[in-house]
């Protein structure tokens, strides 16, 4: 069985389009820190952490957890 936009009430369509637009919006934080720091200020090479911004809220999490030196 499958869930159809039917399926979901308008609060649940909402929720879910409010958590879609947060997580577009921390992918974006992050990029937008990527591109505006030093290279000295990031682990590893920025090529590599643009694939893994990518994944959804993992992605930029292990971003600012771990790709920042501080």
């Not at 308008?10 to 720091?37: N, Y």
């Not at 893994?52 to 992605?59: A, D, E, S, T």
Request: proline residues 6%; positive net charge.
């Amino acid at each position: 069985m499958t869930i159809t936009k039917k399926d979901l009430s308008p609060i649940a369509r909402a929720a879910l389009g409010l958590i879609g637009i947060v997580q577009v919006a921390f992918a974006f934080l992050a990029f937008w820190d990527l591109s505006h720091r030093d290279d000295a200020d990031v682990r590893g090479p920025r090529s590599a952490w643009v694939p893994v911004i990518l994944v959804n809220w993992i992605g930029p999490a292990a971003y600012f957890l771990f790709g920042i030196r501080r």
